[in-house]
C-alpha cells in the first residue's frame, strides 16, 4: 500500500549545500593526514590532507564523523579528501639524476608545514624520523590543530556517475612554484591581510575536464594505506616534482630556521 502521508521530502543539506568541498579557494582546517596508494603502482604515495570548511550553521548536514560510529555527530563544515599532486610520488629518473620518491614527499610536507606556520615549532621540537612514513606521521601532529586554519586551493579532475548530468571532482592540489615561492595552502598573511605566498583558484588551470569517454585503464582507482609502514621505493617514472624545499638532514637543502 501506498500513502501520501509515508513520503518523506528529502531536503538537502543546508540549503543545497554540499557536503564535499568542490574546487576552489576555501578556508579550512587539516583534520587529517594520510598516505595513498594507487593500485596500479603500490610503491607510491599520495599524500593526502583531509580538510573541513567554515561551520555552515544547524541546518547544513555534514559527512558523518565516523560512519560506524553515529554518536561522534556529523561535521559542521564541508569536507575534502585533497591529494598532494594530480600525480603519486615515486621515484624517478630526469636528466640522468635519479629524484627519490621519499625526498619528494619530505619537501611536500615540509612546504605544507611552513606555510601553514608550525615549521619553526617542528624546528624546535627537533622533529625527525628515519622514514618518510614516520616523519609524516610526526607532521601530521602539528598541522591537525582545531585553531590552525589557512586558505587552501583545491583543484579537480572531473568525473560523472552513470545518470548525473553533474560532475564530481577527484581533489588535488595545484602545483606549486617554489621558485616563485608560491604554493596552493597558507595560514600565513600578508600586510594587506591576504594568504602570503599563495596560488589563487584559477578554473581555467586548475580543473580537468572530463574526457567524453573515459576508458576502464584511465579510471582512478586508489587504495587507502592503513599504517604508515615503510615501503621500499622502486625506479618508476612519475610527474611529481622535487619541490626544492629546504631541509636539515639533506646536505642539499637548507631549511629556513626560526
Known sequence: MFKSSDFKEKSGSGNGTPKIINPGTHYCRVIDVTLDAPAY?????HIVLKVEGVDRGDEFEGLAVDKNNPSLGNYRGQIGNVKSGDWPYSTYTYEGKVIQRDTQMYNWINNVAKQMGVLTKMNEKGVEA???EEYIQEVRKYLIDPELWGYFTIA???YFNEGYSNPNYR?????AQPRKNLYPFSALENDDRKPLNFIDFNEAEHIVRAKVEETEETKEDSTPVDSFEPKAAPMTDSLADDFPVPGEKNDDLELPFG
Do not use: S, V
Open 130 to 132: 628515519d622514514t618518510i
Open 171 to 175: 581533489l588535488f592540489f595545484p602545483k
Open 41 to 45: 603502482n603500490k610503491e607510491a604515495y
Open 156 to 158: 579537480g579532475k572531473e
